[in-house]
């Protein structure tokens, strides 16, 4: 791979550096206890790390395919579409630019306002946190800045649609997401690709949550057959910040997942949602961490996901709460449940209490089929067996449903599942 050019003095100072932390990492091995369910050893990273993407003056001349793949797209604060390396277009309500928002391009955003992105570009995710992280920061291109200014609220949700259709591609995803104190909004990470021989999707978000801000953060991964996706988001919550996020796996054949909420000052919360399906061979491995510094921080943690076919999930959880974080709440709960007897799921949760005061923590996971008798009930009422136990698979993730407050991405939620169940019944 050769270096990609950047504008600003403090990017060429982190791109060499992160090159060199390249260089010198070795990739993630299942020896070390982070890495040890996922295997990586097979993965090349002989990939071309720049691929044209093209540019559009509107969204008529954004392929079809894209367009499709962004699904049912309600009203929008904005909208920016990536196609590989570049951003194809990008589109904001004026009404917004003119109370200060910034939303576009990263690399135009550190071009033309250095001061806004300099203070937390790679503040949260190190570039040296593993060989891909370097990786990212020495070859990533385009990307999202969304800066949201002290006492803003924006109604309407903005959203990036990454797109990657280049065979043996590397791709480097990025969000980074500062909202100011007592600002609210709502942002939207959607990624997508046809089947592809092979690709490399390297991603990183990184959100600043200020002071009584209010951020939702939903990241829908679609991605075809062939792609790998490593992803870390990491999240700061300030004083009475208020976080809420969705992470969605159903597509990639290799998916990893990095969720990190740091609560770092008191009185902030977190909720973590996750949804996932999977199916054929799909490895899908997500972990998170809920981190409580501040003192009267909450967190709690919800995900479930179905396997079918021969697909594995891995689930690994930590909450940790820090000496002096004091009257803490967090809960962490992993369900799985396995439509076939060759699919597999592990959930491995964790507690790291450091303080000596009271805290309400737990944890909770399960692994299992479909219940025999909720399929027996369901039957000896007439439903037939595969009605059934598509009612059962739905009901399974209704808790999660139900706590999507985004109309529209819980009902296409609703028919993502409906279409991996119609998938299994062929």
Same mark, same amino acid.
Request: include cysteine.
């Given at each position: 791979?050769?270096?990609?050019?950047?504008?600003?003095?403090?990017?060429?100072?982190?791109?060499?550096? /992160?090159?060199?932390?390249?260089?010198?990492?070795?990739?993630?091995?299942?020896?070390?206890?982070?890495?040890?369910?996922?295997?990586?050893?097979?993965?090349?990273?002989?990939?071309?790390?720049?691929?044209?993407?093209?540019?559009?003056?509107?969204?008529?001349?954004?392929?079809?395919?894209?367009?499709?793949?962004?699904?049912?797209?309600?009203?929008?604060?904005?909208?920016?579409?990536?196609?590989?390396?570049?951003?194809?277009?990008?589109?904001?309500?004026?009404?917004?630019?003119?109370?200060?928002?910034?939303?576009?391009?990263?690399?135009?955003?550190?071009?033309?306002?250095?001061?806004?992105?300099?203070?937390?570009?790679?503040?949260?995710?190190?570039?040296?946190?593993?060989?891909?992280?370097?990786?990212?920061?020495?070859?990533?291109? /385009?990307?999202?800045?969304?800066?949201?200014?002290?006492?803003?609220?924006?109604?309407?949700?903005?959203?990036?649609?990454?797109?990657?259709?280049?065979?043996?591609?590397?791709?480097?995803?990025?969000?980074?997401?500062?909202?100011?104190?007592?600002?609210?909004?709502?942002?939207?990470?959607?990624?997508?690709?046809?089947?592809?021989?092979?690709?490399?999707?390297?991603?990183?978000?990184?959100?600043?949550?200020?002071?009584?801000?209010?951020?939702?953060?939903?990241?829908?991964?679609?991605?075809?057959?062939?792609?790998?996706?490593?992803?870390?988001?990491?999240?700061?919550?300030?004083?009475?910040?208020?976080?809420?996020?969705?992470?969605?796996?159903?597509?990639?054949?290799?998916?990893?997942?990095?969720?990190?909420?740091?609560?770092?000052?008191?009185?902030?919360?977190?909720?973590?949602?996750?949804?996932?399906?999977?199916?054929?061979?799909?490895?899908?491995?997500?972990?998170?961490?809920?981190?409580?510094?501040?003192?009267?921080?909450?967190?709690?943690?919800?995900?479930?996901?179905?396997?079918?076919?021969?697909?594995?999930?891995?689930?690994?959880?930590?909450?940790?709460?820090?000496?002096?974080?004091?009257?803490?709440?967090?809960?962490?709960?992993?369900?799985?449940?396995?439509?076939?007897?060759?699919?597999?799921?592990?959930?491995?949760?964790?507690?790291?209490?450091?303080?000596?005061?009271?805290?309400?923590?737990?944890?909770?996971?399960?692994?299992?089929?479909?219940?025999?008798?909720?399929?027996?009930?369901?039957?000896?009422?007439?439903?037939?067996?595969?009605?059934?136990?598509?009612?059962?698979?739905?009901?399974?993730?209704?808790?999660?449903?139900?706590?999507?407050?985004?109309?529209?991405?819980?009902?296409?939620?609703?028919?993502?599942?409906?279409?991996?169940?119609?998938?299994?019944?062929?």
């Amino acid at each position: 791979m050769a270096a990609v050019p950047s504008s600003a003095p403090f990017l060429e100072r982190l791109r060499r550096q /992160a090159f060199e932390e390249f260089d010198a990492l070795p990739i993630p091995s299942q020896e070390t206890e982070e890495w040890r369910y996922t295997d990586l050893e097979d993965l090349g990273l002989d990939l071309r790390p720049f691929v044209e993407g093209g540019r559009a003056e509107n969204l008529d001349q954004v392929p079809e395919e894209i367009l499709g793949a962004a699904g049912q797209v309600g009203e929008r604060a904005g909208l920016q579409i990536q196609r590989n390396s570049e951003v194809m277009i990008t589109h904001l309500d004026p009404a917004l630019r003119d109370r200060g928002v910034w939303f576009g391009d990263l690399d135009r955003a550190i071009a033309e306002r250095p001061d806004l992105v300099e203070p937390y570009l790679h503040a949260l995710v190190r570039t040296d946190r593993s060989k891909f992280t370097a990786l990212h920061a020495a070859f990533r291109t /385009a990307g999202t800045f969304l800066y949201v200014p002290p006492g803003v609220e924006i109604e309407l949700p903005l959203q990036t649609m990454t797109w990657i259709d280049a065979e043996d591609s590397a791709v480097f995803p990025r969000t980074l997401l500062v909202a100011g104190e007592n600002a609210e909004v709502t942002f939207i990470d959607r990624y997508g690709s046809p089947p592809l021989g092979r690709a490399l999707s390297d991603a990183i978000v990184e959100i600043h949550a200020g002071q009584g801000s209010r951020v939702r953060y939903v990241a829908l991964q679609e991605f075809g057959e062939g792609v790998t996706h490593l992803a870390v988001q990491r999240a700061r919550v300030g004083k009475d910040a208020a976080l809420k996020t969705l992470g969605v796996a159903f597509g990639a054949s290799l998916a990893r997942a990095e969720v990190e909420a740091l609560l770092a000052e008191d009185g902030g919360s977190s909720e973590m949602l996750g949804v996932y399906f999977g199916d054929a061979e799909q490895h899908i491995d997500h972990r998170s961490i809920q981190d409580h510094v501040g003192s009267r921080t909450s967190s709690d943690l919800l995900y479930k996901g179905a396997m079918r076919d021969r697909s594995n999930a891995i689930y690994t959880g930590t909450v940790i709460i820090e000496k002096g974080a004091h009257s803490c709440n967090a809960y962490q709960t992993n369900r799985n449940i396995l439509l076939s007897e060759h699919a597999r799921a592990q959930s491995v949760p964790n507690l790291e209490i450091l303080s000596n005061d009271p805290t309400r923590c737990g944890h909770a996971a399960s692994v299992g089929p479909v219940s025999d008798d909720e399929l027996f009930y369901l039957m000896s009422r007439g439903i037939p067996e595969k009605e059934a136990q598509r009612l059962i698979v739905f009901g399974f993730f209704a808790e999660v449903l139900d706590r999507v407050d985004i109309a529209e991405i819980r009902e296409g939620l609703e028919q993502a599942i409906e279409n991996e169940i119609a998938r299994g019944d062929r």
